[in-house]
């Protein structure tokens, strides 16, 4: 067997999330968040980094000059019937390589650990819902199981954008549509697919992710055009994710975009994944930001400000809105993570807040709990 075919074996067989090759270590799994090398492997030389690349590229000549040219390569690989996402790149004038591992079966939607009105937003005949969070926040993850939840229960035409594809839906009740994006590939680009979309007679556009102002206009563009489109960004929070679409454009042109995205945006779902006190499983940190008129007041603001868009999530939350700061507290009285653990998610001003909340939860939990007379 090839060595990077036994790495790969490895990896799945220990339910590794990510391979790292690095020339003079051994090769590395991330495990639950944990870097975990592989120890009867020996570290890896320049050249079992050239042979990792052949593999990868396989004599495709688009891609190797690609990689040549452009000093790295996004692309993806089949091992048996498992798919990775795969990154190249150079560091110390060698090949470098990261490979994700994409699993076979999504997990259902009810068992992710989102709130209900994410799934009720997919119903909109048009509009805007953006997935947002830090790398391996689990938003690919998100997107496929909501895409998977439209399949079961909707009748529409799903088109899907992605670099590069992972997990490859059947089509169920909806028909689904999955091209990737690059050079030689479906398309060329996010906002290339975005455009060509218009006139595909697709009811749901989803985005693997808007990455430009670009592809930020087609996806607007096609919003406003009577599509549902779902995309996502890597932004921390709801807040950010505004601030930041916003500052896509010109100052001269924010008065604007700013009207359309109040008019435009429904939801905002900011996640992130914290390891379970206690334990090696992931938990699942939601965010949501449902846009109702006062959110949508605060985004058309000349002087847009992130805190008062956090404000008035916290005073949304009989709408559908969760703040951080309520997730993290619920999860906390919920035995799931540890004080040192919430309070490490948060900002020191907001301690007290958290701690007010932490006591009005516990405070409602013991009361449902007590014994009625």
């Known amino acids: ?27 590395i799994l991330r495990i639950r968040r ?14 079992d980094l050239y042979d990792i690349y052949d593999y990868i590229v396989r004599g495709n000549v688009e891609k190797d000059n690609m990689y040549k040219t452009q000093r790295k390569l996004d692309t993806s690989l089949v091992f048996g019937d498992i798919r990775l996402r795969v990154n190249c790149s150079f560091a110390d004038d060698a ?16 068992d992710l650990g989102l709130p209900e009105i994410i799934r009720t937003m997919t119903y909109q005949p048009q509009g805007l819902i953006l997935v947002t969070g830090k790398t391996n926040s689990g938003k690919s993850t998100t997107l496929s199981a909501l895409i998977d939840e439209i399949n079961n229960r909707q009748n529409k035409k799903i088109l899907t954008l992605e670099n590069p594809i992972e997990f490859k839906h059947k089509s169920k009740k909806s028909i689904i549509v999955q091209k990737e994006i690059g050079p030689g590939k479906d398309a060329l680009t996010f906002s290339d697919g975005v455009k060509n979309s218009l006139r595909e007679d697709c009811d749901i556009l989803v985005i693997g992710e808007i990455r ?17 489109v779902i995309g996502t960004l890597h932004t921390k929070s709801c807040a950010e994710t505004i601030d930041r679409m916003i500052n896509f454009y010109e100052v001269r042109d924010q008065a ?18 914290l390891k379970e006190a206690n334990s090696d499983k992931l938990v699942l940190v939601p965010e949501v930001m ?20 956090e404000d008035a999530i916290q005073g949304n939350l009989e709408k559908g809105s969760i703040g951080l700061i309520n997730s993290l507290a619920n999860l906390y009285v919920q035995g799931k993570l ?23 939860l516990n405070l409602r939990r013991n009361a449902q709990t007590r014994p009625q007379n």
């Open 212 to 228: 430009d102002k670009e592809t930020m206009e087609a996806a607007i563009d096609m919003a406003e055009s009577g599509h549902l």
């Open 256 to 273: 604007t975009i700013k009207n359309l995205i109040s008019s435009l945006l429904k939801i905002v779902v900011s996640q992130r994944l």
């Open 290 to 309: 449902v846009v109702d008129n006062t959110i949508a007041a605060c985004i058309r603001k000349e002087k847009f400000s992130t805190s008062e868009i």
């Open 338 to 360: 540890s004080l040192e653990q919430i309070k490490s998610q948060v900002e020191e001003k907001n301690y007290e807040t958290l701690n007010r909340t932490i006591m009005q």
């Open 95 to 110: 090949p470098i390589c990261t490979m994700r591992i994409i699993k076979n079966e999504l997990p259902k939607y009810d």
């Open 1 to 27: 067997m090839l060595l990077i075919e036994s790495i790969i074996k490895d990896a799945i067989e220990r339910d590794a999330s990510d391979i790292h090759l690095i020339k003079g270590l051994k090769p």
């Open 34 to 47: 944990s870097l975990v090398e592989i120890s009867d492997l020996d570290a890896l030389e320049e050249g």
